[in-house]
C-alpha cells in the first residue's frame, strides 16, 4: 500500500487517550486537490489522518500517535473527546452540498486496506468504526447514505447499518 505523504500542521498531542475508534468522513469541497490544500493551511485548524482520492491515492497529513482534528464537537459511547480516541479518514467527494455521488469502488477498496492496516496497529473495536455523522449527528450528514457500510460489515470493518444501538 503506497502512502503519499502531505503533513499537515493541524494537530497536537493526544494526552494519553488510547487510539480505538475510527471515524470515516467525506471532505464535502469541489475537489481533493482543493480538500487537501484546506487541511494543509494553518489557518483553516482542520485536518485528518488521512485523505483518499476518488482514484484511490491515500494521503497521509497527520501522524497515528497524533491528535488531528476532523471530529469537531462530538461525542459517542460516552466519550466527548472523539479526536483523541480516533483516526480520522477523509473521502474525497463533493458532499451534498456539492454534488453527492457514489464513491468509487477503487476508493472503497483503497479504505477497507487502510482500515485493515491500522487495525493490526490499533485495537479498533468493528463497533467503532463510525461515521461522522455518528458521533455528530446534529451538526454533519458525511460519510452519507451512500457510504457502502455492508461493503465494510462484510469484511467485518464495520457494523451493517442501520445500528441497533
Ligand atoms: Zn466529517
Not at 50 to 67: A, K, P, S
Not at 114 to 135: N, Q
Request: net charge negative.
Amino acid at each position: 500500500m503506497d502512502i503519499i505523504k502531505s503533513p499537515s500542521p493541524n494537530f497536537n498531542e493526544r494526552d494519553g487517550a488510547q487510539i480505538d475508534m475510527l471515524i470515516i468522513h467525506y471532505t464535502g469541497m469541489k475537489t481533493g486537490e482543493e480538500a487537501l490544500e484546506r487541511m494543509c493551511d494553518e489557518a483553516a485548524k482542520v485536518s485528518a489522518h488521512y485523505m483518499i482520492e476518488e482514484d484511490g491515492r491515500i494521503f497521509q497529513l497527520v501522524e497515528e500517535d497524533m491528535r488531528a482534528w476532523h471530529a469537531g464537537v462530538s461525542s459517542w459511547d460516552g466519550r466527548s473527546d472523539i479526536n483523541g480516541h480516533s483516526i480520522g479518514i477523509e473521502l474525497v467527494n463533493p458532499g451534498h452540498e456539492w454534488g453527492y455521488k457514489p464513491f468509487p469502488d477503487v476508493q472503497i477498496e483503497a479504505l477497507m486496506e487502510l482500515i485493515e492496516d491500522i487495525k493490526t496497529r490499533h485495537d479498533i473495536k468493528t463497533e467503532y468504526v463510525l461515521g461522522h455523522s455518528d458521533v455528530a449527528p446534529e451538526r454533519k450528514q458525511d460519510p452519507g447514505e451512500l457510504f457502502p457500510w455492508d461493503v465494510l460489515a462484510q469484511k467485518n470493518l464495520a457494523l451493517p447499518r442501520p445500528l441497533k444501538v
